[in-house]
């Protein structure tokens, strides 16, 4: 009953279900369930909340984010209460998750404050933003090693310890010189969408490697054979 919610997807497709619930709390909190037919995510809907003049269409509005949660949660019931509970079943339920979440991106993109990110300090933030996703690969690579940190006083343990130590001190430097830097571009307020933002980096950052890793996996399988 449980295999889709607690195995599947917070092990396989946990960024569509974290920007699912981004856009669920976007909706909650901006009233956006429902919105203007062609409007984006994040418009106030003035253009489309028209007055009712001779050959005008009145505007309605359509229940989109409503429709995607509405469906990723049927989904989700099911399949989990479904006599087969298969692996590649899952992608039924990750395709709405993945929908909704692109939703929430859509969003935070629209609302994200371009003009302060160009700004010098906007553009010193993203150049450390790299270095950040960088380093906590790394360090998160050391602890879930073969060979974790500060396991042994051999020159391999030692050299193991010093990368995670250092990696670990880049991660935290570069995070709070860019919390820094957005803090002294005058809107404190815009900190929480770099967080969200960043964090979806990180996160299709470790998509990306795991899926390289496996392919790699796959290549040296067929070449056994």
């Known amino acids: 009953m ?22 669920v709390y976007f909706g909650i909190r901006f009233k956006r369930f429902s919105t203007f037919a062609g409007d984006s995510p994040a ?28 469906w990723s949660v049927m989904s989700l019931i099911a399949y989990s209460f479904a006599g087969e509970r298969m692996p590649w079943l899952t992608v039924h339920i990750a395709l709405p998750l993945l929908l909704a ?20 300090h906007g553009l010193i933030a993203m150049a450390l933003l790299p270095v950040m996703v960088v380093t906590f690969l790394i360090t998160v690579g050391s602890l879930m090693g073969t060979n974790p940190p500060f396991q042994g006083n051999t020159q391999f343990d030692l050299e193991t310890t010093a990368t995670f130590l250092l990696s670990l001190l880049g991660f935290l ?10 803090l002294q571009g005058g809107d404190g307020s815009s900190i929480n969408r770099v967080e969200v933002v960043v964090y979806v980096v990180l996160m299709l950052c470790l998509i990306l490697g795991a899926v390289f890793v496996d392919s790699l996996a796959m290549v040296s399988s067929a070449w056994r054979c």
């Not at 449980?2 to 856009?23: C, F, K, R, S």
């Open 2 to 23: 449980y295999y889709y919610a607690l195995v599947q997807l917070p092990v396989y497709e946990y960024l569509a279900a974290l920007g699912t619930m981004l856009a």
């Open 43 to 70: 418009s106030d809907g003035a253009v489309e909340a028209a007055k009712s003049e001779e050959g005008q269409e009145k505007s309605y509005k359509v229940p989109t984010l409503s429709l995607l949660v509405y």
């Open 101 to 120: 979440g692109a939703w929430g991106l859509g969003y935070l993109v629209d609302k994200a404050p371009w003009k302060k990110i160009a700004s010098k």
């Open 173 to 182: 430097g570069s995070g709070a010189g860019i919390v820094y830097l957005v």
